[in-house]
C-alpha cells in the first residue's frame, strides 16, 4: 500500500548502512593483513588485472587520474613510475595508512585521501571536471552500493576523460560457481578435465566469506549480473567503448589444483571502459 512506501524507504536506507558500515570495518580489519600478503599483488593482478587495465587506459605522463577503491595503491604507484598525478582514495584508514609507508620516496607522489567510494558527496569532493581518467581495480564487487560511484564518474571526468573498471567476471567468478575435475582415467593425471560448476547467476545474494585464508575477519562480496552494473552506467550517462576478458594462457602452472590456471578458456576478470555520453556529441 501506498502509506507503507516511506519505512520500506526508510527500512532500505538502514539496511543499505549497515552493510556499508560492516564492509568498511571489516577491511579496517583486514587492511594489515591484505597489505602484507598481497604486496604488489598476486598472479591474477600482476598477469590479468593489470595489463587490462593499461591497455584500455593508456596512460599520459601528465595526465591526473583518480584511483577508486585503491588498497593498499599498488596500481596507484604502478601509475606514478609512468610519471602519471594520482589521487588514489580508499574508505579503510588502514589501508591509506599501509599505501602512504610503501610509497616513501615515490615521485610523483601519490595523494592519498581517506574516501566512501559509496559516497557520492565525497567522491565529487576529489574536484569535478578535474581528472583525465578514473579506474577502480577489483572492488566494485566489494561495494554495497555502485550507484553513486557511476553518478560521480561523469561529473570527475575531464569531458574527454575515461574510465575503467575490473571485476571478478561476474558470469563465472562468483558465489554460485564451483570449480570441479572428472577424469575417466583414474591413475594418469594428464586426463584430468577442469571446469566449472555453474548453479546460480542472475540471484546470487551477498556473501560474507574469507577470501585469503587467514584474514582476520571475513567480507562481504555483492555479486551484480552484467547487465546491472552496464545499466548502472548506463543510467549515470556513461557509454561503454571497450571491453576485455582476461584469462592465464595455456600451460600456465599453479600450485593449486583449482585454479583459474587451470582453465584458459575461461576469463576470471572482466573490464570495460567508458567515457561521458556528452563527449560523443
Known sequence: MPENLPSER??????????IDRTRQSWEQNASFWDERMGEGDAVQRGLVAPAVEGMLRPAAGERILDVACGNGSFARHLSRQGVHVVACDFAETFIARARK???????????RVVDATNERELLELGQRGFDAVVCTMALMDMADIAPL????????????RFVFTIHH??????GSRFTAETDQPEAEAGVTYSLRLSNY???EPVEGVVLAGQPEPTYTFHR?????LNAAFNAGLVMDGVAEPAFPERTTSAKAFSWASLPAVPP????????????R
Open 225 to 229: 549480473p552484467l547487465s546491472e552494473i
Open 102 to 112: 610503501r610509497d616513501r620516496g615515490l615521485v610523483p607522489a601519490i595523494d592519498y
Open 269 to 280: 576478470v572482466f573490464a570495460a571502459r567508458f567515457r561521458p555520453a556528452s563527449s560523443l
Open 170 to 175: 561476474p558470469c563465472f567468478n562468483h558465489a
Open 10 to 19: 526508510t527500512a532500505r536506507a538502514s539496511h543499505r548502512r549497515a552493510l
Open 150 to 161: 557511476f553518478w560521480a564518474i561523469p561529473r570527475l571526468l575531464k569531458p574527454d576523460g
Open 202 to 204: 542472475l540471484n546470487v
